[in-house]
């Protein structure tokens, strides 16, 4: 059963380049039916899709971060990247990592638990 | 393409019948997800594919609707059920949510 475990700092300073990795466990990133996914939810507000990469290495990013956002696969650890450069306060959110494509391209699960990065000097 | 959920809260008592309405701001084709979700959790997957009960998912949860009005039923509400869910939907690449339906105990 697939299973997604997200990781990184939980502090980043304005301007500064958030990174987060999700580790995949119980199934492989070289799944060519999956599209690894992050998500991110401010407090006390909605869900907000921020990309997705298969592992042909084609990435889909949602058009209002598309210019700060890049994701990456590591197939030697099974894992998947965020990268989302310039931040500002409005990056302070709880960040998941998801999967769709299995059984449907239309939904996403599982989901990480998520992790809170906080935006501040 | 923006989806509207209605109402923003539902309050109800265990036992009743909720009704949770999603609707998009063009057509998504049967492209509709459910979700759960309770404080301090992820989301839990519910219905996919509009209508599609997901894996482990009680069957008092329903789904139904296509093009741009879809409906979230719970037959019988109990106490686990009391949390906020979301529709969300996937335009070719794009994915969108909803801004979620709180359904608390009346």
């Known amino acids: 059963q697939l299973q997604l475990q997200e990781s990184g700092p939980g502090l980043v300073k304005p301007s500064q380049t958030l990174s987060l990795t999700c580790s995949v466990s119980?199934?492989?990133?070289?799944?060519?039916?999956?599209?690894w996914t992050w998500i991110r939810q401010p407090a006390g507000k909605g869900l907000e899709w921020i990309g997705r990469?298969?592992?042909?290495?084609?990435?889909n990013y949602n058009p209002s971060l598309k210019s700060r956002v890049t994701m990456s696969l590591d197939t030697s650890r099974n894992q998947f990247s965020l990268k989302v450069t310039s931040v500002t306060a409005a990056d302070t959110a709880v960040y998941y990592c998801?999967?769709?494509?299995?059984?449907?391209?239309?939904?996403?699960?599982?989901w990480g638990q998520g992790t809170l990065v906080t935006v501040s000097s | 393409i923006v989806l509207t959920q209605s109402p923003a809260t539902l309050s109800l008592s265990p036992g009743e019948r909720a009704t949770l309405s999603c609707r998009a701001s063009?057509?998504?084709?049967?492209?509709l997800a459910w979700y759960q979700q309770k404080p301090g959790q992820a989301p839990r997957l519910l219905i996919y594919?509009?209508?599609n009960r997901a894996t482990g998912i009680p069957a008092r949860f329903s789904g139904s609707g296509s093009g741009t009005d879809f409906t979230l039923t719970i037959s019988r509400l109990e106490p686990d059920d009391f949390a906020i869910y979301y529709c969300?939907?996937?335009?070719?690449?794009?994915?969108?949510f909803g801004q979620g339906t709180k359904v608390d105990i009346k």
């Open positions: 998801a999967t769709a494509g299995v059984p449907s391209t239309g939904m996403f699960a599982p």
């Open positions: 119980g199934g492989s990133i070289r799944n060519d039916n999956y599209y």
């Open positions: 990469i298969n592992i042909s290495g084609s990435t």
């Open positions: 063009q057509s998504v084709s049967s492209y």
């Open positions: 594919d509009a209508s």
């Open positions: 969300q939907q996937r335009a070719n690449w794009l994915y969108t």
